[in-house]
T-cell receptor, first 115, second 110 residues
Framework: DTAVSQTPKYLVTQMGNDKSIKCEQN?????MYWYKQDSKKFLKIMFS???????INETVPNRFSPKSPDKAHLNLHINSLELGDSAVYFC??????????????FGEGSRLTVL | DAKTTQPPSMDCAEGRAANLPCNHS???????VYWYRQIHSQGPQYIIH???NNETNEMASLIITEDRKSSTLILPHATLRDTAVYYC???????????FGKGNQVVVIP
């Protein structure tokens, strides 16, 4: 059983399109995250939700809109895609405050390529 | 912003212990040291964490200096599957943010 699963794994699209990446976790965690890893391999946090409530919102263009229908799901919708949005997007989950161990559980990533 | 400094890359011999250094000279008293690694094209994976005592688990050992300004992650018997980018991270307990820096690209050589 995959603990944190993301779909799709690969996504190729044209500039200006709108796309979504879905994430689901079966670990029973309250907190979920989206991270972006660009071509230089920097891994940066974008958003975090705790039990469907937004708790972290880094400086991200408002073309990016996370949605958490329930605490096991955190989807990322991106409007009007730009070339610079090309990256690998990682979903992660954890207990609140990262729990006792500080362990984040990451998905396998979704590679977005904007042409 | 990452509060740690690591070498950008290093090579290790297969079967030998790999010692990965990390400097965190501005660490405060309530901040822990965490280590993660990212094997190519996969999501980062938690390895170990500590506050001031040395820690060991099935994956690695973490040695933190007495002044807590630096630490070393030890992979006791490096294998080819340990080739990855290793991230040393400092985090205040209870803070949801894990700030990943540039990491250390470790290559295990046969």
């Amino acid at each position: 059983d995959t603990a944190v699963s993301q779909t799709p794994k690969y996504l190729v699209t044209q500039m200006g399109n709108d796309k979504s990446i879905k994430c689901e976790q079966n670990l029973g965690h309250d907190t979920m995250y989206w991270y972006k890893q660009d071509s230089k391999k920097f891994l940066k946090i974008m958003f975090s939700y705790n039990n469907k409530e937004l708790i972290i919102n880094e400086t991200v263009p408002n073309r990016f809109s996370p949605k958490s229908p329930d605490k096991a799901h955190l989807n990322l919708h991106i409007n009007s895609l730009e070339l610079g949005d090309s990256a690998v997007y990682f979903c992660a989950s954890s207990p609140p405050g990262l729990g006792a161990t500080g362990e984040l559980f990451f998905g396998e990533g979704s590679r977005l390529t904007v042409l | 912003d990452a509060k740690t400094t690591q070498p950008p890359s290093m090579d290790c011999a297969e079967g030998r212990a790999a010692n990965l250094p990390c400097n965190h000279s501005t660490i405060s008293g309530n901040e822990y040291v965490y280590w993660y690694r990212q094997i190519h094209s996969q999501g980062p994976q938690y390895i170990i964490h500590g506050l001031k005592n040395n820690e060991t688990n099935e994956m690695a050992s973490l040695i933190i200096t007495e002044d807590r300004k630096s630490s070393t992650l030890i992979l006791p018997h490096a294998t080819l599957r340990d080739t990855a980018v290793y991230y040393c991270i400092v985090r205040e307990y209870g803070n949801n943010r894990l700030a990943f820096g540039k990491g250390n690209q470790v290559v295990v050589i046969p």
